[in-house]
């Protein structure tokens, strides 16, 4: 695995100060040679400091913020610069700048099956930025690519490790623990990707929805699912409301009831309290002992 190393090579304004000179010396030279009766020497000396002059302006390089240089000298690498400004190095290194600003990629949808078996939509966004660009230039053959595809792989494992919704239990979900999914996400990405150099700032699923071919079914299926805890909170609401009224009414000396007398009590409040319309009332003139 290669680790990054970070150079400081010379300021551009030294350099461009030493190319002027060189350039100066060369036409001194020449001008010498033109009032020399054997100027030979002189010719070549002037030639050899025109060419170091023109051979150093290839030298001259700039970074900008949030940018790094990686410096390859013959096949090797030679160190990393990372910080900004005017700069010249040996005019033979080859530079091949790596941004280090965040990027954010928006994962296409893909279809896979969640932990029950049921096929799923999923999508997600991940903000990443190189942190090593000597991995990223040379441990991956393109490191955006493996990026994306990185990524891919990861939502398709999480996808079908988590399901979709958990009716039975308080366990994890993709639609119910978003939260807790994007942060194991996030750390199974940082694995991935680490090989490559890369940083993942963070990770949020984008889209999440049962496949065409199911959504109806499931769709009927939350729907039932909804009624029925709202029914069994209307229930035990009312029968809490129930027993409240009876000892009430006991503690109270109200009215003294029978068995008989509570039951149609209790039938009576159970209706009011669990009907879906309001309950009309009715006058009893009689009564319920023949």
Not at 250 to 261: A, C, I, P, S
Request: charge should be neutral; glycine fraction near 8%.
């Amino acid at each position: 695995m290669t680790q990054e190393r970070v150079v400081h090579p010379v300021s551009g304004s030294v350099a461009l100060a030493m190319t002027i000179l060189l350039f100066l010396a060369g036409l001194g030279f020449l001008f010498q040679a033109a009032h020399n009766p054997s100027p030979l020497v002189n010719v070549l000396v002037a030639v050899l400091l025109l060419g170091l002059g023109g051979l150093s302006i290839a030298g001259f390089f700039t970074a900008q913020p949030n940018q790094g240089v990686v410096l390859i000298l013959f096949g090797s690498y030679v160190g990393t610069v990372r910080v900004s400004g005017w700069w010249w190095t040996n005019p033979f290194i080859t530079r091949k700048k790596i941004s280090l600003r965040a990027r954010s990629l928006n994962g296409e949808r893909i279809k896979v099956n969640d932990q029950h078996g049921n096929p799923v939509e999923i999508a997600a966004v991940v903000v990443w930025k190189v942190k090593d660009t000597a991995q990223a230039t040379f441990d991956v053959d393109d490191y955006e690519r493996f990026v994306t595809v990185q990524s891919e792989t990861a939502v398709r494992h999480l996808a079908s490790s988590y399901p979709y919704d958990d009716y039975e239990s308080d366990g994890i979900s993709l639609r119910g623990s978003t939260d807790k999914v994007s942060e194991f996400l996030k750390a199974e990405l940082h694995e991935r990707l680490k090989t490559a150099g890369v940083e993942v700032l963070e990770t949020r699923l984008s889209h999440l929805a049962y496949a065409q071919e199911i959504a109806q079914a499931m769709l009927q299926r939350q729907q039932a699912g909804a009624i029925i805890a709202a029914r069994t909170r209307i229930v035990e609401g009312a029968v809490g409301m129930v027993e409240m009224a009876l000892d009430r009414l006991g503690k109270n000396n109200v009215v003294e009831l029978d068995e008989e007398r509570k039951a149609a009590m209790v039938s009576n409040l159970l209706v009011v309290l669990c009907g879906e319309h309001a309950a009309t009332p009715v006058l009893n003139t009689g009564t319920l002992y023949k």
